[in-house]
């Protein structure tokens, strides 16, 4: 045997020898891993940073306030920033509820209230406050587990708008923070951005709006649709194209018979 026979001879016996070894390694039972014993943290804790804390307001007795506590917790974890409960008189009316906690000192409020005329979230972004209307959230006797889930899904996008979760994140834009009419004049532009505007448009079209044809006034006369004119220059187009349609194309096309066309 040639010496570059038996080094390939030898090699092809090293590469068996290694997938023998390893289907027999997973073969054999494993040893289970010992886990290291779980040590008590002794739960999670907020350090507060000092300075205004967010709010959600409870105004209403339908909901027990257990259940705002723990969101505001939840609010605080997720999103690093200060969120309190606060438990006040029961008031429909969100809006002296959120603005007392607002003059109170809070950065930001979510009000919870239960009244029988107001939607489920209304929302004033350059306040810094909205508001979820449990009464609404109770329409349809759902059970317990759906109405915990709306009252959750809606604290959330409450809290979202109240605290600029609106705004894009394409800047410099109209949708951004603002809390006073001078911030309102600093920004340049007079309408959204393509983020926004896409998103108008999207949940539009949700809805079942369909969009609109932009043409020309001249467009609209030549495919018929257009309204009648209002000026002289809508007038000229109005009767050119009238005049032309009349006419009829000026340069026809021909159509030679079967016997020429061969």
Request: aromatic share 6%; net charge positive; glycine share 6%.
């Amino acid at each position: 045997m040639k010496v570059r026979e038996i080094g390939f001879a030898a090699l092809v016996f090293m590469v068996c020898a290694v997938v023998v070894a390893q289907e027999a390694a997973s073969a054999a039972p494993r040893r289970p891993r010992r886990r290291r014993p779980a040590v008590a943290s002794g739960g999670l804790l907020v350090k507060e940073a000092g300075g205004p804390v967010l709010q959600i307001v409870n105004a209403q007795s339908r909901v027990a306030h257990d259940v705002f506590a723990k969101t505001a917790f939840d609010f605080t974890t997720s999103l690093t920033l200060p969120w309190k409960a606060m438990q006040v008189a029961a008031a429909a009316d969100a809006q002296a509820v959120a603005r007392a906690a607002l003059a109170g000192g809070a950065a930001g409020v979510v009000a919870v209230v239960d009244s029988p005329s107001l939607p489920a979230i209304f929302v004033a972004p350059e306040e810094g406050w909205a508001a979820v209307n449990v009464a609404k959230l109770a329409e349809g006797e759902p059970t317990a587990p759906v109405f915990a889930a709306r009252l959750r899904k809606e604290l959330w996008r409450a809290a979202a708008w109240a605290v600029g979760g609106g705004n894009s994140s394409f800047q410099p834009c109209l949708l951004r923070g603002v809390t006073t009419m001078k911030e309102l004049d600093a920004i340049p532009m007079l309408q959204p951005g393509p983020e926004p505007n896409n998103k108008m448009i999207d949940e539009a079209h949700r809805r079942g709006v369909r969009s609109v044809r932009l043409a020309s006034y001249r467009q609209a006369c030549r495919e018929g649709w257009a309204p009648a004119p209002t000026n002289d220059v809508q007038r000229a187009i109005f009767e050119q194209v009238k005049a032309d349609k009349e006419r009829g194309p000026t340069n026809p096309i021909t159509i030679p018979p079967p016997s020429a066309a061969k």
